[in-house]
């Protein structure tokens, strides 16, 4: 890496191979006039980068699997939500302080905006306990939601989060009684993406007016939202909480909303990569 890099914004995670985040944030800089180069940093480990951090004068970066936990060490304030998750998404370096930030929750809940009418009284149901979880029990909490469904593959994991949450209760994995009973179902685990096995969970039994939100985006239509579809039910797709953290991200680094428009969407789309 070069010793300054005054102009610059990236990303810092392994693998980055997929990532639209260059893509989207680079768009945003062009449209909006700033002389900035958004790049991949793909790291081995973050002890490479961590001391250094300071004297490349960055001016700020994502951060993604699996480095959201490590970095905290490196940085010098976090905001509330950051601090709460243990977990940050997005530094500015506030003139040589290091800021930690965490969008994904702000990333979702833009999402969530989407669905027209979202019932906060009934449960939600959230399939996965790993790091993408517990951002998104936090989104919910801080969305109203007082019953919060957690079912996960192994079971220990999702433990952490009753413990911490008391809005969270533990399901069986695949328990067909929470699955039907939920007004919200959100997969945050890796199932449905690509080079992994598909989400196999039947919605022919829910109510007609609940709502499925995949956060996976890669591929848009994973078999969870084809199953939404088949069924007649309302979703969104893991683009719309990519496009929200990333707009989150923007606008703590530059003070600006930087805009979605149709080409942008079309423009992510058809960089997808699902091979
Ligand atoms: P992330 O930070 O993206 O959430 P992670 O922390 O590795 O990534 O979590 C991945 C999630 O997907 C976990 O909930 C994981 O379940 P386990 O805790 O049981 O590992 C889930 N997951 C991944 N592969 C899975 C599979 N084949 N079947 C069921 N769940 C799976």
């Given at each position: 890496?070069?010793?300054?890099?005054?102009?610059?914004?990236?990303?810092?995670?392994?693998?980055?191979?997929?990532?639209?985040?260059?893509?989207?944030?680079?768009?945003?800089?062009?449209?909006?006039?700033?002389?900035?180069?958004?790049?991949?940093?793909?790291?081995?480990?973050?002890?490479?980068?961590?001391?250094?951090?300071?004297?490349?004068?960055?001016?700020?970066?994502?951060?993604?699997?699996?480095?959201?936990?490590?970095?905290?060490?490196?940085?010098?304030?976090?905001?509330?939500?950051?601090?709460?998750?243990?977990?940050?998404?997005?530094?500015?370096?506030?003139?040589?302080?290091?800021?930690?930030?965490?969008?994904?929750?702000?990333?979702f809940?833009?999402?969530l905006?989407?669905?027209?009418?979202l019932n906060i009284k009934k449960p939600a149901l959230i399939i996965g306990a790993?790091?993408?979880s517990e951002a998104i029990i936090y989104s919910l909490i801080s969305r109203g939601f007082k019953e919060i469904f957690v079912m996960n593959?192994?079971?220990?994991?999702a433990e952490a989060l009753e413990e911490k949450y008391k809005e969270v209760s533990i399901k069986?994995?695949?328990?067909?009684?929470a699955i039907?009973t939920s007004g919200l179902i959100v997969n945050t685990?890796?199932?449905?993406?690509?080079?992994?096995?598909?989400?196999?969970?039947?919605?022919?039994?829910?109510?007609?007016?609940?709502k499925?939100y995949?956060?996976?985006?890669?591929?848009?239509?994973?078999?969870?939202?084809?199953?939404?579809?088949?069924?007649?039910?309302?979703?969104?797709?893991?683009?719309?909480?990519?496009?929200?953290?990333?707009?989150?991200?923007?606008?703590?680094?530059?003070?600006?909303?930087?805009?979605?428009?149709?080409?942008?969407?079309?423009?992510?789309?058809?960089?997808?990569?699902?091979?």
């Amino acid at each position: 890496m070069n010793n300054k890099l005054y102009n610059t914004l990236g990303i810092v995670g392994n693998p980055l191979k997929q990532s639209l985040s260059p893509s989207l944030h680079n768009y945003w800089l062009k449209q909006n006039c700033l002389k900035y180069n958004y790049r991949k940093f793909q790291i081995n480990d973050i002890n490479d980068l961590g001391m250094s951090l300071k004297e490349f004068q960055i001016k700020g970066f994502n951060v993604t699997i699996p480095f959201k936990k490590e970095i905290i060490q490196y940085l010098d304030k976090l905001d509330k939500t950051s601090s709460v998750l243990q977990a940050v998404n997005t530094v500015k370096n506030n003139d040589g302080i290091l800021e930690g930030y965490n969008t994904d929750v702000s990333g979702f809940i833009t999402g969530l905006k989407y669905f027209r009418k979202l019932n906060i009284k009934k449960p939600a149901l959230i399939i996965g306990a790993g790091g993408a979880s517990e951002a998104i029990i936090y989104s919910l909490i801080s969305r109203g939601f007082k019953e919060i469904f957690v079912m996960n593959r192994t079971r220990k994991r999702a433990e952490a989060l009753e413990e911490k949450y008391k809005e969270v209760s533990i399901k069986n994995w695949m328990k067909m009684e929470a699955i039907n009973t939920s007004g919200l179902i959100v997969n945050t685990s890796s199932l449905g993406m690509i080079g992994y096995p598909n989400l196999l969970l039947s919605l022919k039994d829910v109510e007609k007016d609940t709502k499925v939100y995949d956060i996976v985006y890669n591929p848009l239509k994973t078999s969870l939202i084809l199953e939404a579809e088949k069924n007649n039910l309302e979703y969104v797709t893991g683009l719309a909480m990519f496009i929200g953290q990333a707009q989150n991200s923007f606008q703590i680094w530059f003070n600006i909303v930087p805009k979605v428009n149709s080409l942008l969407i079309r423009k992510l789309k058809s960089e997808i990569i699902t091979t």
